[in-house]
T-cell receptor
Framework: GNSVTQMEGPVTLSEEAFLTINCTYT??????LFWYVQYPGEGLQLLLK?????DKGSNKGFEATYRKETTSFHLEKGSVQVSDSAVYFC????????????FGRGTSLIVHP | NAGVMQNPRHLVRRRGQEARLRCSPM?????VYWYRQLPEEGLKFMVY????????ESGMPKERFSAEFPKEGPSILRIQQVVRGDSAAYFC???????????FGPGTRLTVT
């Protein structure tokens, strides 16, 4: 079956540091891949997505590249801000799996001033 | 275009009572998903509905939980005879088509006392 594995958190960084949150997946078909962000007390918001191999999704300084050969979709940002503190979820949507998305467990990011 | 609406935002119920959670999808979206999020855990899929149809309820507990998405009006997640273990945040998401990214509501935080 489909699965998504994220690095465990919390990830604690100082402002302006470089961020990487690892995400790898297992899927039977050719899924679309997503990163969602959840700020405290709120629902998930779509951050970026990629629908095919080698696509790069980007938004608000975050980016992730769909790597089919390594089945990965790592999230990166060159310089984090305190306001980036949130929980980040990697997810996939597999058309061969009735489109019900599979979410990772989430990675908490804490950015200190 | 208003986002996904959920109400109430907070719901307190005593053990044995019923909880009704409502979700109005984004305009034009006919696919609705319900998820449960327990503290310090990721999202757990519960049920996937289209108008008047339950497409997949593989994540729903077999007893006490039910969901509907009528032709008119919001989707309803109903929990009968609530127990303390039902305390969680319940999120609704919608999409225009099953294979596209989902848009999440702000969630309903259910507390069972």
């Amino acid at each position: 079956g489909n699965s998504v594995t994220q690095m465990e958190g919390p990830v604690t960084l100082s402002e302006e540091a470089f961020l990487t949150i690892n995400c790898t997946y297992t899927a039977t078909g050719y899924p679309s891949l997503f990163w969602y962000v959840q700020y405290p007390g709120e629902g998930l918001q779509l951050l970026l997505k990629a629908t095919k191999a080698d696509d790069k999704g980007s938004n608000k300084g975050f980016e992730a590249t769909y790597r089919k050969e390594t089945t990965s979709f790592h999230l990166e940002k060159g310089s984090v801000q305190v306001s980036d503190s949130a929980v980040y979820f990697c997810a996939l949507s597999d058309p061969r799996g009735s489109y019900i998305p599979t979410f990772g467990r989430g990675t908490s990011l804490i950015v200190h001033p | 275009n208003a986002g996904v609406m959920q109400n109430p935002r907070h719901l307190v119920r005593r053990r044995g009572q019923e909880a009704r959670l409502r979700c109005s999808p984004m305009k034009g979206h006919s696919h609705v998903y319900w998820y449960r999020q327990l503290p310090e855990e990721g999202l757990k899929f519960m049920v996937y509905l289209q108008k008047e149809n339950i497409i997949d309820e593989s994540g729903m507990p077999k007893e006490r939980f039910s969901a509907e998405f009528p032709k008119e009006g919001p989707s309803i997640l109903r929990i009968q005879q609530v127990v303390r273990g039902d305390s969680a945040a319940y999120f609704c998401a919608s999409s225009p088509r099953g294979e596209l990214e989902q848009y999440f509501g702000p969630g309903t935080r259910l507390t069972v006392t």
